[in-house]
Structure formats: C-alpha cells, structure tokens
C-alpha cells in the first residue's frame, strides 16, 4: 500500500519520481496493481484481457489505485464530470523515450542529432500511437508536460528523469502532431 505522504505530494504536483509509484506495479502477493493520478476523473477502471476491475479513489484529487484484472498491456477507463466514460492508455506502462545510447551521448555532448530526441516526436511505442517529450533540465525538481489534451494541468503527466543526462522523458499516448503543449517545470527550491 501507498504512504498518504507520498499520495499527497503527486496530488500537490511535488513528486520528483512519478514512475516510481504511477503506472503498475509488482505486489508482494504476486499481483500487478495499477496506480494512476487523473485529476477531476470521478472513477477510474482497469481494463485488460477482456476484464475490468474499478479502481479504488484514495485522494479526493484524483488520485486511484487498484488490481489490473490480467496480465498483459492494460487500458483506463475514466469518467469524468458529465461524460461517458473514456478509454485511455495509461502514459505510466510505457518504457523508456530514450535509448541508451542517446542517453550516453547526450550526457556527454556528443550528440549530433538531439533535435530528434528532444522536444516532441510523433511516434509509435508498443503499437500505440502518440508523441514522445522529451526536455533537459538537470536542475529541475519535477518537469510536466501541459497542453489542451489534459487541461494544461501539471499534475497530470509528470516526466521521468533520467538522471544519466539531466533529460525528463514522457511518452503520451493519442497526443497527435500540431497539439499545443509547454513544459511545466519547478525548479531544484520548488518554485513554478
């Protein structure tokens, strides 16, 4: 089970590692549990290998945990305020943005093509259709990815860092060229 503490932190936009805590997870039973931080989303359902399993609501904020139903790729199922429910795919299942090797060379400032890394780059991970972001800011304490897909609400898709080469990396999903988004980022004291 979660600390509250490090619930309240994602619920604030003040968690440093999202990847560590969003997304499934290995319990010590042996299930995969899945974690998600969906702010205003009303319910939340796991859905994988033709089941479905209502995840548990364990912050007012938006914040949902619970069993996935199957082994295997899942998709959330999220109602929001006056809507039908919306099939998702969950940013937080996803791997690496980065290869290693573009890590390295980044790290080391070698690269000769980062504009294919950095920024944002339409792709496919896993079969899923959707754009990958990718920013350096080695001395941020947590870097967002905001646009009109999610609000413009920082809270939504915190980045990974990759602490190798100072880059914060996202891939999300359905996010489709011409797409207006930013970076959000706090700084190492937690400023916006």
């Not at 060379?105 to 079969?127: I, K, N």
């Not at 990396?169 to 060229?177: N, R």
């Amino acid at each position: 089970m979660l600390d509250d503490d490090e619930i309240q932190r994602l619920c604030l936009g003040r968690h440093g590692d999202p990847f560590s805590v969003l997304g499934p997870h290995r319990q010590e039973d042996g299930r995969t549990w899945v974690r998600a931080l969906l702010p205003g989303a009303t319910a939340v359902a796991a859905v994988a290998g033709g089941a479905s399993v209502t995840l548990h609501q364990r912050h007012a904020d938006g914040f949902f945990e619970g069993p996935l139903p199957a082994d295997g790729p899942y998709r959330l199922q999220v109602t929001w305020p006056g809507t039908a429910p919306q099939l998702i795919d969950d940013p937080y299942r996803f791997g690496a943005v980065l290869g290693e090797m573009d890590a390295w060379l980044l790290a080391e400032g070698s690269h000769l093509r980062p504009y294919e890394m950095l920024g944002a780059t339409v792709r496919d991970m896993e079969g899923v259709a959707g754009t990958s972001f990718a920013v350096w800011a080695p001395n941020a304490s947590r870097v967002s990815v905001v646009g009109d897909f999610n609000a413009w609400d920082g809270r939504r898709h915190p980045m990974r860092l990759r602490r190798e080469c100072g880059v914060w990396e996202l891939f999300l999903p359905g996010v489709h060229a011409g797409e207006r988004y930013k970076f959000e980022l706090l700084d190492r004291h937690g400023t916006l």
